[in-house]
């Protein structure tokens, strides 16, 4: 079976990739990832179908361990298939795609010298990221002749060499896109080359034409891309369609980027012009509030919860015949009327929500989910119980429940070989992951309430005071303590029937 390159081409697609190849490169894509190629090429691909942008994606992996994936792209000449696949207003749909919008694909690594080039390049003008939220940070080292290691270090080094390239032109700068789902992304990459900028001595007048002729835009994305399916799947597709692809790529029909700047910045990112779901916005707030709180408030109260019941996936818990009920009435009934925006339009977004975790073609594991699900329920969650706390009212019913998953789960004992282990209802164990310092301590917390012969209140009440985990004390929120005692002690009855 042949491999998916321009000769496995034919028809409008085929005419795409050639006129492609006689364009510039326009976009800078610091990023190799199923993410991108499910999300932004996809966009950047549907606005050149309708003659809205032009040029071509020059592509690099942040890392070095990402070139065996570059190594790949270059060897299908940057092509490769996206399968969208899932529920749209309740009907399956399932369409698929070669994407061809990669003119360039290299290792920076070794050749250090074609990323320089970028930077001189009049064509040049978006720079687009997803590095994850570890690419933004500041690790000290030397600006020398080789490659830089960090992903801010790069940005540094490509400005560095644009501001001499064009003599530091004001309309020389480039517009920033990073998709690392951390807030204020783009003012953390901003700061972050000011402080490279810094460290590595650059012109005071560099540091001015970065802050003052770039933008650097913060933003919010949105949509599950699932990559790979599973193998079987794969070699269906693979005998249907007479092409194999190893760099397959899958995602859902949904998709969201909001980008916190002017409306006419649609001149130069005709996505909404594209019919695509993408909003300029002067603040990103409502956005990440509504995401935040009812998707991955959703996941976070879920993933616990799910585990300890021996289930594996969010459609299997959305299925399940107490808890798929239950998760829907904390959204709706719980969450909801914590957030400052029209009824109408949460519901509306919480509906597709759930459709989304219903989406039959998505296996999204609850375990990973549950990694850090400390922080992620001080983020997500906690502001709900709080601001009924903050009223004098009592915890809700099902945030209640939510938490006392979350406790559950984390009634854990350290191992010999340091790893963290639960207990399922059913007995079986799993492994936790979080921080180790907050792991310690509440294993400690739950020995010593087991052998003090404390009630399960006693010790609940403990955990809820320990403001390390949680950043304040929770202990004396109104009916917290009994509500989460009362799901543990029916949890232990029915272990021991």
Request: aromatic share 10%; hydrophobic share 40%.
């Amino acid at each position: 079976m042949k491999l998916m390159t321009k000769t496995a081409l034919s028809g409008e697609t085929k005419s795409r990739y050639e006129a492609l190849q006689g364009m510039p490169i326009t976009v800078l894509q610091i990023g190799e990832g199923n993410f991108l190629r499910g999300f932004f090429d996809w966009m950047f691909n549907e606005c050149l179908k309708q003659g809205l942008m032009e040029g071509g994606v020059a592509v690099v992996q942040p890392r070095p361990a990402g070139r065996e994936k570059i190594r790949q792209l270059a060897e299908q000449d940057g092509l490769y298939t996206l399968v969208i696949r899932g529920m749209e207003e309740g009907v399956p749909v399932s369409r698929r795609e070669v994407i061809p919008v990669f003119s360039d694909v290299f290792d920076p690594y070794e050749e250090w010298g074609r990323f320089a080039e970028l930077a001189a390049s009049p064509h040049l003008r978006i720079v687009v990221s997803n590095t994850t939220e570890a690419g933004l940070v500041f690790r000290p080292e030397s600006l020398g002749s080789g490659p830089i290691l960090s992903f801010p270090g790069k940005i540094t080094y490509l400005l560095f060499q644009r501001y001499q390239a064009f003599k530091g032109a004001k309309d020389s700068g480039l517009v920033f896109l990073p998709c690392e789902l951390l807030e204020q992304n783009g003012d953390t990459l901003r700061n972050l080359v000011l402080q490279y900028a810094k460290d590595w001595n650059l012109p005071e007048d560099f540091r001015e034409w970065v802050q003052n002729h770039n933008r650097f835009l913060n933003s919010l994305v949105d949509r599950i891309v699932t990559g790979y399916p599973d193998l079987q799947e794969a070699e269906t597709w693979f005998k249907e369609w007479g092409v194999r692809d190893p760099l397959l790529c899958t995602a859902e029909p949904y998709h969201l980027w909001a980008i916190e700047a002017e409306p006419e910045l649609e001149k130069l990112l005709p996505f909404r012009k594209a019919g695509l779901n993408v909003y300029f916005t002067k603040d990103l707030k409502p956005f990440q509030q509504r995401k935040v709180s009812i998707l991955n408030g959703a996941h976070t109260w879920m993933a616990p919860l799910g585990l300890i019941y021996g289930l594996v996936h969010v459609r299997e818990l959305l299925e399940h015949r107490e808890l798929g009920q239950r998760v829907k009435q904390a959204v709706l009934n719980e969450i909801l009327p914590t957030l400052p925006y029209a009824r109408e339009e949460l519901e509306s977004y919480a509906r597709t929500v759930f459709e989304r975790f219903a989406n039959p073609y998505i296996r999204h594991r609850l375990e990973d989910i549950a990694m850090n699900a400390l922080s992620k329920f001080r983020v997500r969650l906690l502001p709900a119980l709080t601001h009924y706390g903050g009223r004098g009212e009592p915890a809700p019913e099902q945030l209640v429940l939510g938490f006392a998953g979350l406790l559950r789960y984390y009634r854990v004992e350290q191992r010999a070989d340091g790893s963290f282990a639960g207990r399922k209802l059913s007995g079986e164990t799993y492994i936790v992951r979080d921080n180790p310092d907050l792991l310690v301590l509440i294993s400690e917390i739950w020995l010593h309430g087991q052998t003090a012969g404390e009630s399960t209140e006693q010790t609940v009440y403990r955990l809820l005071g320990e403001e390390k985990i949680w950043g304040q004390s929770l202990a004396d929120l109104k009916g917290l303590a009994a509500g989460i005692s009362f799901w543990l002690n029916r949890w232990e009855e029915e272990e021991q029937r």
